[in-house]
């Protein structure tokens, strides 16, 4: 059975920082984006064993990778950057073939669709909608707060993102971070994470609520499942960009993306 993550993800700060070593098994594989799917082994000094997707540097080095596949690599963490550096094939392992269905990159909803619609609870205790935001750009994502990989990476760059707008922009364009871990992500638990990093909160939203709920959305964006009570989940780490009208105009895979490609597209976005 696969393991799961239940906290995407002790803070990085909290962690080792560097290369680390893992071993895990290739659930989806991507060379078009410089992305994997892993159902890994525990990764000493940084995070317990869990399936999530990975950045990973060189896209040639995934050209002979198969899906069941058992692999080695190094992983560099170090507070900026989250990514494989190397990987290789475990030679004399047998392949694994009884993987789930519908749980890699081909599960994300495409662009061009509409975004579907949510009502969870912000940092504050109070309902917020996509709906509400329409108008709006929405710049989503999904972390939690008890993250120790790629989470604080990508919220603490969206902070550097959310400072570097162009005030016409910033003032079209909302930001929206939904919990993976609704059982311990509590409203007051998203605002320490969300002011520990320097959100501006008055145009970014972080949203819990009842599992079910959150569970529903996590499904309808294809990013991940929740599986158990405690809140365990197989996660992809992807975000989106919804425009005024709230249809899904980019999907950004992993985290390895230049500012100025987000100011580029949001731009798009709130001017039409």
């Known amino acids: 059975m696969i393991r799961l993550v239940v906290t995407l993800l002790v803070l990085l700060a909290g962690c080792g920082r560097g290369t680390h070593d893992g071993v895990g098994t290739v659930i989806d594989v991507r060379t078009d984006l410089h992305q994997i799917m892993l159902d890994h082994d525990p990764i000493v000094g940084l995070m317990p064993a869990m399936t999530m997707t990975f950045d990973v540097a060189n896209a040639a080095s995934l050209s002979d990778i198969r899906v069941g596949d058992r692999i080695r690599f190094d992983l560099l963490a170090d507070g900026e950057k989250f990514r494989i550096v190397s990987l290789a094939k475990i030679e004399g392992e047998q392949r694994v073939d009884n993987l789930p269905?519908?749980?890699?990159?081909?599960?994300?909803?495409?662009?061009?669709?509409?975004?579907?619609?949510?009502?969870?609870?912000?940092?504050?205790?109070?309902?917020?909608?996509l709906d509400a935001l329409r108008g709006?750009?929405?710049?989503?994502?999904?972390?939690?707060?008890?993250?120790?990989?790629?989470?604080?990476?990508?919220?603490?760059?969206?902070?550097?993102?959310?400072?570097?707008?162009?005030?016409?922009?910033?003032?079209?364009?909302?930001?929206?971070?939904?919990?993976?871990?609704?059982?311990?992500?509590?409203?007051?638990?998203?605002?320490?994470?969300?002011?520990?990093?320097?959100?501006?909160?008055?145009?970014?939203?972080?949203?819990?609520?009842?599992?079910?709920?959150?569970?529903?959305?996590?499904?309808?964006?294809?990013?991940?499942?929740?599986?158990?009570?405690g809140g365990n989940i197989q996660h992809v780490v992807v975000s989106f960009l919804i425009d005024p009208q709230g249809r899904i105009t980019r999907r950004y895979f992993g985290l390895d993306h230049d500012t100025s490609d987000y100011i580029r597209d949001l731009s798009a976005a709130v001017r039409g």
């Open 136 to 229: 709006s750009a929405v710049l989503l994502d999904f972390v939690y707060t008890q993250c120790n990989g790629p989470c604080p990476v990508s919220t603490s760059a969206r902070v550097q993102l959310q400072k570097s707008l162009p005030d016409d922009i910033r003032q079209r364009l909302h930001m929206v971070s939904i919990s993976l871990d609704p059982e311990r992500d509590t409203p007051d638990e998203m605002r320490r994470y969300a002011l520990e990093r320097g959100a501006d909160l008055a145009q970014w939203s972080f949203l819990t609520g009842d599992s079910d709920k959150v569970e529903s959305v996590l499904r309808s964006y294809g990013v991940g499942v929740v599986r158990e009570a």
């Open 101 to 129: 269905p519908g749980s890699g990159f081909d599960a994300v909803i495409p662009e061009e669709d509409k975004a579907p619609p949510f009502t969870l609870i912000d940092q504050d205790g109070n309902e917020r909608s």
